[in-house]
């Protein structure tokens, strides 16, 4: 577990030590005002903190502009890759910090239900998040209850502990469909296996979440889910361990206080994926374009 107090210097007896007795209400005054200058620092300088997060676009957005931002409030700041089991764990045994990938009410509620109590969840810091099944707009093909064999053999999903496949494999049932399955692979391999088929025109249906740039790069559509098997307005949530308020009470505003839009992941993202930015360049480059927001995030009482 990380966590860090802050404290003040004793300097006020240093200084009064170093004065005459008839410099004793000067230096008082200095002390005093020393002793103010160390306060306002301490609320500004960091320890070390570690973010944890699944290897989604979308989260390798949120956790580099997080990593930067904190690292501005003077925080050493590692984000570490892990499943998504294992980031829900982590931070529920205090190993890490924080996550701000809590794609719920849905599409972890597994985890939620089995971590919830371990946690401190700080609410939203996006909203209006979609999950479900996308297909290009040229297939001849609407919803769920369409989709069998004779559409594609298998849905491309992401890796196999993502709740958006547990959602399928679970839509998969609901609908009755038992003669297509679910390829697991990893985010950026199902992408681009999504822009090969679509460079041939070809039938592809993948796992699907929104914010995500693929949404922007090619003409996609989700199928209908007559069921409400998929979440269809969630939220992305910011999950931190207990005790990091008492620990770090700068560290945990910073991160209550993390909120931006659809169009703010997916702006970073498509710096990556369409203008080949390394990660950092592009969170950064979001940050410096976004610095009222950002600033607002830093606003610490």
């Not at 306060?39 to 390798?60: I, M, P, R």
């Not at 209550?256 to 369409?274: A, C, G, K, P, Q």
């Not at 969170?283 to 610490?300: G, H, P, S, Y």
């Amino acid at each position: 577990m990380k966590y860090w107090k802050h404290s003040l210097l004793g300097i006020s007896a240093v200084m009064l030590a170093a004065c005459g007795n008839g410099d004793e209400e000067a230096a008082n005054d200095d002390a005093g005002a020393t002793e103010e200058e160390e306060t306002t620092e301490s609320a500004t300088e960091g320890g070390e903190l570690e973010l944890v997060y699944v290897t989604w676009d979308s989260e390798v957005a949120s956790n580099n502009v997080m990593k930067l931002v904190l690292e501005e409030a003077g925080y050493d700041t590692t984000i570490t890759t892990v499943e998504q089991g294992v980031m829900w764990a982590s931070v529920a045994s205090g190993d890490a910090d924080a996550h701000v990938a809590g794609w719920l009410p849905d599409d972890m509620k597994y985890d939620y239900e089995q971590f919830g109590d371990d946690v401190v969840d700080l609410g939203p810091n996006l909203e209006n998040a979609q999950t479900g099944l996308a297909v290009p707009t040229y297939m001849d093909i609407d919803s769920i209850e369409e989709l069998d064999g004779s559409v594609v053999s298998q849905i491309t999903g992401i890796d196999a502990g993502a709740g958006v496949v547990s959602t399928t494999e679970e839509a998969l049932e609901e609908y009755g469909i038992d003669d297509v399955t679910v390829q697991t692979s990893f985010d950026a391999a199902m992408t681009q296996e999504l822009a090969t088929h679509i460079a041939n025109e070809e039938p592809i249906v993948v796992t699907a979440w929104q914010p995500h740039w693929k949404f922007n790069t090619h003409d996609l559509k989700f199928l209908e889910d007559p069921k409400g098997i998929f979440q269809e307005d969630g939220e992305i949530r910011t999950i931190v361990r207990e005790g990091l308020e008492e620990d770090d009470p700068v560290a945990f505003q910073i991160l209550d206080n993390f909120y931006w839009t659809t169009d703010d992941m997916n702006e970073v993202m498509l710096y990556i994926s369409e203008e080949g930015m390394g990660e950092e360049e592009a969170a950064q480059k979001w940050i410096d374009d976004n610095r009222e927001t950002v600033d607002e995030w830093l606003d610490v009482q």
